[in-house]
Nanobody, 120 residues
Framework: QVQLVESGGGSVQAGGSLRLSCAAS????????MGWFRQAPGKERELVAL??????????YADSVKGRFTISRANAAAKTVYLQMNNLRPEDTAVYYC???????????WGQGTQVTVSS
């Protein structure tokens, strides 16, 4: 079992910033990647940013957040990831979910989600 706990959501005005955190616990040995997804009302869940725990590839970002959002991790041992969101726009309003992938597992683990609301 893996547990993911997200924090840091809230309400800001356009142009503002928020920082999301996601801490994983439980059977996290073999973590391949952690990432952030979001789902706005009436829309499908979409990738925001992804960071891998091994390999030389850098983080992956959705085109809509490149240059504004930054994903990072505490260190290789602690399964904690952050999403620094700058220059927020109303279209960034959504529930943000943390996701963890384990090597050899087809089913990812999801957090409970945290609401981000950006007003114009």
């Amino acid at each position: 079992q893996v547990q993911l706990v997200e924090s840091g959501g809230g309400s800001v005005q356009a142009g503002g910033s928020l920082r999301l955190s996601c801490a994983a616990s439980g059977r996290t040995v073999g973590t391949y990647a952690m990432g952030w997804f979001r789902q706005a009302p009436g829309k499908e869940r979409e990738l925001v940013a992804l960071i891998r725990w091994s390999g030389g590839e850098g983080p992956l970002y959705a085109d809509s957040v490149k240059g504004r959002f930054t994903i990072s991790r505490a260190n290789a041992a602690a399964k904690t990831v952050y999403l620094q969101m700058n220059n927020l726009r109303p279209e960034d309003t959504a529930v943000y979910y943390c996701r963890l992938n384990l090597v050899g597992s087809t089913a990812p683990w999801w957090g409970q989600g945290t609401q981000v609301t950006v007003s114009s």
